[in-house]
T-cell receptor, first 120, second 112 residues
Framework: GAVVSQHPSRVICKSGTSVKIECRSLDFQATTMFWYRQFPKQSLMLMATSNEGSKATYEQGVEKDKFLINHASLTLSTLTVTSAHPEDSSFYIC????????????????FGPGTRLTVL | GQNIDQPTEMTATEGAIVQINCTYQTSGFNGLFWYQQHAGEAPTFLSYNVLDGLEEKGRFSSFLSRSKGYSYLLLKELQMKDSASYLCAVNRGTDSWGKLQFGAGTQVVVTP
């Protein structure tokens, strides 16, 4: 199946610093990427939808100035957590949509391995 | 409101069958997914239902009733490696590859 990578897999930072997380589709071009956040023992919550070459669409309650998303190419989207605080500590997961033409199948959205962010 | 409900935890014995139910109330519906997630890892795709009925894929089957807002995932011949969290997710997008809203997940514990 398609492969999506995330970097870094784990990051620990001090409060007030910014952290950038990269999401790459390795063997396909992703027209759309999604960013999710998951707190322990909770569901994945969609934060934003990232389309190549255009501004990201944020879900209600997600601060766009705090979570900066850039989708510079069809294989790369970045999420920058600006001025991170301990409450931003979470598991951040991206997914990439392959955008293939034709009848949809269930596996056209592929998840990255996730990034564990810990803010001290 | 938007709700996707599934049980928090289920325990079953190796070799047995377990059925995980999911009920949903969402403003849009364009298919329902089941994912498996091991602790600290990303979800992996298991199944997708957009029409009513049963979809079978090896040891895993998934059922959907759109009129009842109900789905289940059936795991047969349970193996120890099936111990994981199982996530029900509804596609609320305007097309079939749109936004996913996830349930909180059902932790399945398989015992020897």
């Amino acid at each position: 199946g398609a492969v999506v990578s995330q970097h870094p897999s784990r990051v620990i930072c001090k409060s007030g610093t910014s952290v950038k997380i990269e999401c790459r589709s390795l063997d396909f071009q992703a027209t759309t990427m999604f960013w999710y956040r998951q707190f322990p023992k909770q569901s994945l919550m969609l934060m934003a939808t990232s389309n190549e070459g255009s501004k990201a669409t944020y879900e209600q309650g997600v601060e766009k100035d705090k979570f900066l998303i850039n989708h510079a190419s069809l294989t790369l989207s970045t999420l920058t957590v600006t001025s991170a605080h301990p409450e931003d500590s979470s598991f951040y997961i991206c997914s990439a949509r392959s955008g293939l033409a034709g009848a949809p199948s269930g596996d056209t959205q592929y998840f990255g391995p996730g990034t564990r962010l810990t803010v001290l | 409101g938007q709700n996707i409900d599934q049980p928090t935890e289920m325990t079953a014995t190796e070799g047995a069958i377990v059925q995980i139910n999911c009920t949903y109330q969402t403003s849009g519906f364009n298919g329902l997914f089941w994912y498996q997630q091991h602790a600290g890892e990303a979800p992996t795709f298991l199944s997708y239902n957009v029409l009513d009925g049963l979809e079978e894929k090896g040891r895993f089957s998934s059922f959907l009733s759109r009129s009842k807002g109900y789905s289940y995932l059936l795991l047969k011949e349970l193996q120890m490696k099936d111990s994981a969290s199982y996530l029900c997710a509804v596609n609320r997008g305007t097309d079939s590859w749109g936004k996913l809203q996830f349930g909180a997940g059902t932790q399945v514990v398989v015992t020897p």
